[in-house]
């Protein structure tokens, strides 16, 4: 699971850093490496899936009731 960048015709080296940023972004690197900082606990993990499940829930039932969900839903 690679990611390459390669140059294209007159980009800066600040540009290939920029799209490779934003492809390890895209692919969830960051939030992943940001999660694995520290160690968690498996309960804390199995605590932090129920909320986010608990969220998710809500959001969808907040979207079928024909609702705008909020930004401060997602948790």
């Known amino acids: 699971m690679a990611i390459r960048v390669k140059a294209?015709?007159?980009e800066s080296v600040e540009q290939m850093l920029r799209r490779f940023k934003k492809l390890c972004e895209k692919e969830g690197l960051t939030k992943d490496?940001?999660?694995k900082e520290y160690y968690e606990k498996p309960s804390e993990r199995?605590?932090?899936d129920v909320r986010k499940s608990i969220a998710r829930r809500a959001r969808e039932a907040l979207i079928?009731?024909?609702?705008k969900p909020s930004r401060i839903?997602?948790?």
């Open 8 to 10: 294209r015709g007159g």
């Open 33 to 35: 490496i940001k999660r």
């Open 46 to 48: 199995a605590r932090r």
């Open 64 to 67: 079928l009731s024909g609702e």
């Open 73 to 75: 839903a997602r948790g």
